[in-house]
Structure formats: C-alpha cells, structure tokens
C-alpha cells in the first residue's frame, strides 16, 4: 500500500500508540487464526516481512513530507511516536551526523502486554525501526543492543551515517 506525504499526514493525526493499539487488536486473532492452520512460526515471519515492509514505505514517505533526509531532519518526525507520554526520550546526541537516545519508558510494550500479546510487541512494533530510518535515508543505519520489549531496562536507539564511526555515548551538553 503505497503512501505519500498526504497519507503521513493523515495517520499522524492520530498518535502512533493508539495506531498500534488499534493494528494489534486486530492483527493479533487473525495471527492465532494462521497461526493454527499454517504454524504460528511461519506466519509470525511472514507478518514481520510485510510490517518491516510497510515501515521502509513509511520511511520514505516521511522523507518526502520532511524534504529534508538529514538526522536532525529525522528527529523532528518523532512527535507522532512520542505523543501522550507514549515514549519518554533521554537524547544523548542529536545533529545532522547522529542521532542517539534511550528510550526509558514505552508504553507501546505496556500496552502489549496489557493485551495479553507481548510477544507481538517486537514483531508489530520494534522491527519497524530499522526499517523505518533505512526508507528515510538509506544512508543511515540504527544500532540498538537493547528493548524494553525483551525486559532491558531501557531501548537504546544509535543512528548514525553509514560512513560515520559510531561515537561512545555520551550525553548532550545543556
């Protein structure tokens, strides 16, 4: 399903949070429904596949409603995922070259396991990040060890350009 600038702005006029809520109350009985009939294994891939591909469209759809496919340009397309408390953010680093953060509270993996589905926490939502920065900027790649979906105290996001070393983390200077 193709989306341009128009389509991002349409779905960012609902938060990303309750996008999810929404695409996983839905998603997570017609999983189980294939899940029984073809193996819930291969569908759970098959599901990633098409989530991890509809993230590199966004992605690209982002790019083009920004004009713009630096970091410091990426950044500022994070409100939609941040709205109503939905992620709580410690920025590291932030310029046109890099771009690094802690996600100290996500309420996306509150709300899976509020569903009684944290295992399609990661599937319907975590994987979507790499794809997502790779359909904005090919240029640039994430880096992250860590989830709060898989129990980590925090998720550590570190994009940075592909041509550029990945730097210590190190906080930003007030």
Same mark, same amino acid.
């Given at each position: 399903m193709p989306e341009g600038p128009d389509s991002v702005d349409r779905l960012n006029q609902v938060g990303v949070l309750t996008r999810r809520e929404i695409e996983a109350q839905i998603l997570a009985p017609v999983i189980d429904a294939l899940g029984r009939e073809f193996g819930r294994a291969r569908v759970l891939d098959?599901?990633?596949?098409?989530?991890?591909?509809? &993230?590199?469209?966004?992605?690209?759809?982002?790019? $083009? &409603? &920004?004009?713009? %496919?630096?970091?410091? &340009?990426? $950044?500022?397309?994070?409100?939609?995922?941040?709205r109503d408390g939905a992620l709580h953010l410690e920025i590291r680093e932030q310029s046109d070259e890099r771009l690094a953060f802690d996600v100290t509270r996500c309420r996306y993996a509150e709300m899976y396991h509020a569903l009684g589905i944290p295992e399609l926490g990661a599937v319907l939502s975590c994987n979507r990040d790499a794809a997502l920065i790779e359909g904005f900027n090919p240029g640039v790649?994430?880096?992250? %060890?860590?989830?709060?979906?898989?129990? $980590?105290?925090?998720?550590?996001f570190r994009y940075g350009r592909r041509d550029q070393p990945r730097a210590p983390d190190r906080p930003t200077e007030p």
């Amino acid at each position: 399903m193709p989306e341009g600038p128009d389509s991002v702005d349409r779905l960012n006029q609902v938060g990303v949070l309750t996008r999810r809520e929404i695409e996983a109350q839905i998603l997570a009985p017609v999983i189980d429904a294939l899940g029984r009939e073809f193996g819930r294994a291969r569908v759970l891939d098959l599901v990633g596949e098409a989530i991890i591909a509809i &993230a590199r469209e966004q992605g690209r759809a982002m790019a $083009a &409603a &920004a004009g713009d %496919t630096s970091l410091t &340009a990426f $950044a500022g397309t994070l409100e939609p995922w941040t709205r109503d408390g939905a992620l709580h953010l410690e920025i590291r680093e932030q310029s046109d070259e890099r771009l690094a953060f802690d996600v100290t509270r996500c309420r996306y993996a509150e709300m899976y396991h509020a569903l009684g589905i944290p295992e399609l926490g990661a599937v319907l939502s975590c994987n979507r990040d790499a794809a997502l920065i790779e359909g904005f900027n090919p240029g640039v790649t994430l880096a992250r %060890t860590q989830t709060i979906m898989q129990g $980590a105290a925090c998720c550590d996001f570190r994009y940075g350009r592909r041509d550029q070393p990945r730097a210590p983390d190190r906080p930003t200077e007030p």
